[in-house]
């Protein structure tokens, strides 16, 4: 699959691409811990069908540490045993967070206190970040059919 469209070759897209990479930094370098980082990027990019990033974050979760069972088992990460208590508030956020339209409502208090309950202030807006930014990045490579399959970890920074 070729791409449709090169945002380098484009000065406003490439304009927004960098504003946006630079966004993903700040999330990158804040106290949220990295593997919930990289796990909420994770299923974010598999709720919206977006394979250069699946491609990306778990090669880069990999890359860092983290086990190909967690990886694996992301998708279900109710029914599996191997996601802490935060990880778990953080994914059923991002969940909540991706699919507001479908939740006809966003994210209920319930999932929001969760989450409270393991992040701080700085932590939290980290994650609601990472949320937002990675449905960015899928909207983007997805509209653009950006294909997946070559990444190697560290690529993009």
């Known amino acids: ?43 974010v990019s598999q709720i919206n069908g977006c394979a250069v990033c699946v491609d990306q974050h778990t ?43 479908d939740a006809a409502g966003g994210v209920t208090d319930e999932v929001w206190a969760n989450a409270v309950k393991h992040y701080d202030q700085e932590q939290l807006g980290a994650l609601v970040s990472t949320i937002a930014l990675m449905n960015t990045w899928n909207r983007l490579n997805v509209i653009t059919r950006q294909p997946a399959g070559d990444y190697t970890p560290g690529q993009w920074g």
């Open 59 to 101: 090669k880069d979760a990999a890359h860092a540490g983290e086990s190909s069972v967690r990886l694996n088992l992301v998708a279900t990460w109710r029914e599996a045993k191997v996601f802490t208590e935060a990880e778990r508030a953080a994914l059923e956020l991002a969940e909540q967070g991706t699919r507001i339209a």
């Open 1 to 43: 699959m070729d791409a449709r469209f090169d945002y380098a070759d484009t000065p406003v897209a490439a304009k927004v691409a960098k504003y946006v990479v630079s966004a993903s930094k700040a999330v990158h370098d804040s106290t949220l811990p990295a593997a919930t980082q990289e796990l909420v990027a994770l299923r």
